[in-house]
């Protein structure tokens, strides 16, 4: 029996297109590898400016929320020093009310020669002038830092020369020192128990014995006791070189050294001494020289 199979055939290609497959497999995967590189460098720059424009955005905001403050802080500048310029014209008010010394005459609020600086623009162009505003803002703090110590050291100087007058009014003898009619009054007179030409130091003022009599202005008891024709006296020295004097008196009720307050029952009405009848015999002295008191009484 005769051998019928066939051998295989075998299929060979030749070595330069081995090659060029070979060459052609690695330039694909080269370029393959290529794209997934530059894939994957394209996202990961897609993702930082991505993250780059987030970022930028927030500035953006971070930046109009300073602006929007900035110009908060210029407005609130400008009305700061509406208000400083508004109590400075009130202060100098009151000094011309109260007949005082102006305080800026020599020297401007805002520093010597200083005029009111313009208002702040708050509606300019931020992105070009923001510089330009926040050095204004600057200067401008810095001027209202002198117009406000300039202001309190206005206000100290105000108060205590209004806190002076306070207690020169209050030492001021300006009420009647009790009720009842006037029958003499201040200057020469005739003398109802000698008939001569005298000068009458007071005032005197008739009613019931027991009337009460009051200080006409804050004080201390200076002095109690019998003075001569005055028979029973009480002295007040009201500071300011201001001295009143009750003669005739039935009673005190007040003792040497104590204070006494405006409007406060101090004595009694009576008829002690040289008298012609119960009334007081009031006094106001100046430095020492007896004065018309009717024209410090105001009631």
Do not use: W
Not at 35 to 49: A, E
Not at 240 to 266: A, D, N
Not at 282 to 291: D, K, T
Request: charged share 20%; glycine share 10%; hydrophobic share 35%.
């Amino acid at each position: 029996m005769s051998n019928t199979g066939s051998r295989a055939r075998q299929i060979s290609f030749p070595g330069i297109v081995v090659s060029l497959l070979a060459v052609c497999a690695v330039l694909m995967l080269g370029v393959t590898g290529y794209f997934i590189y530059d894939y994957h460098q394209l996202k990961r720059v897609h993702l930082t400016n991505q993250l780059f424009y987030e970022q930028i955005e927030a500035q953006k905001g971070i930046i109009a929320n300073q602006n929007t403050q900035i110009q908060t802080f210029a407005t609130e500048i400008n009305k700061l020093k509406s208000k400083i310029v508004t109590l400075n014209n009130f202060e100098e008010k009151i000094r011309v009310i109260a007949n005082l010394d102006q305080h800026n005459d020599q020297e401007g609020l805002f520093g010597v020669g200083g005029s009111i600086p313009e208002d702040l623009s708050t509606d300019i162009d931020l992105l070009r002038r923001q510089t330009s505003l926040m050095r204004e803002m600057h200067q401008q703090v810095d001027q209202l830092q002198v117009a406000a110590t300039s202001q309190k050291s206005g206000l100290s100087t105000l108060l205590d020369a209004l806190e002076g007058q306070r207690n020169l009014l209050a030492c001021t003898p300006a009420i009647k020192p009790t009720k009842g009619y006037l029958t003499s009054r201040f200057g020469y007179r005739n003398s109802p128990f000698t008939g001569r030409r005298e000068m009458h130091k007071g005032l005197d003022i008739a009613n019931r014995e027991g009337t009460q009599i009051v200080a006409p202005a804050d004080g201390t008891v200076k002095y109690i006791g019998r003075r001569g024709l005055m028979g029973k006296t009480m002295i007040i020295d009201h500071g300011h070189g201001m001295v009143t004097r009750y003669g005739h008196l039935q009673s005190y009720l007040k003792k040497r050294g104590e204070p006494v307050k405006r409007g406060e029952v101090i004595a009694e009405m009576g008829n002690t001494g040289r008298s012609t009848g119960p009334h007081l015999h009031y006094e106001v002295h100046l430095n020492g020289v007896p004065v018309n008191p009717i024209k410090y009484i105001i009631n």
